[in-house]
């Protein structure tokens, strides 16, 4: 068995890259390489700190006691991240705060989902996430069973692509393959 990259934990973004493509979590373990963040990104973490996540929490009237920032980590899977907010202490919402709007999203919702999973195991039950971009929600999740069990089956098969040494097979739409940061070095699409 191969020693992962990430000293055995798999953060909760290479499980939301391999969602958009099982070879991304391989490239960046095998080759060791990741796209550096943009400035535009660095911006956007600067900006939202943990005053900025405790104004939305206080603005949506979450829960209390509210956990801003909360690293989680969950040996069984190895998947961790940090919730921008757990709020609630029976039941939790699980709140995803962004600076700024995308016009997709979807990697941000699987993001939410993975966070949804580790609160719900090593927290307490979640019943809701939500997506904020510019301090307005702009996706509410009903947490079910179902949410929970997809994330645990990923995060499986995520763990084995990335224990073997050869590439997975993947085929993966052509438009993703056309905007993925991965593209010049991806051992299906290199010259
Ligand atoms: S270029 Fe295509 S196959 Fe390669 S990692 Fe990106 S999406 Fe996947």
Redesign the pocket.
Known sequence: MKRLFYSDTIPATLLRDYI??P??PW?KIFYRYEEPATESMLKASRETDANYKEKIAEKYKLPKPWRIEVYLYDKETGLSGVADIIAGEKRAVVAEIKRFKREKYQHQRIQLLIYAYLTNKLIAPVEKAILIHEEKITLEIEITKQHLETIEKTAKKLRETIEKEEPPT?N?DQR??IA?Q??RI?P??EK
């Open positions: 958009y493509c070879m991304i490239i993947t993966p993703r393959c993925c991965y593209r991806c299906k699409t």
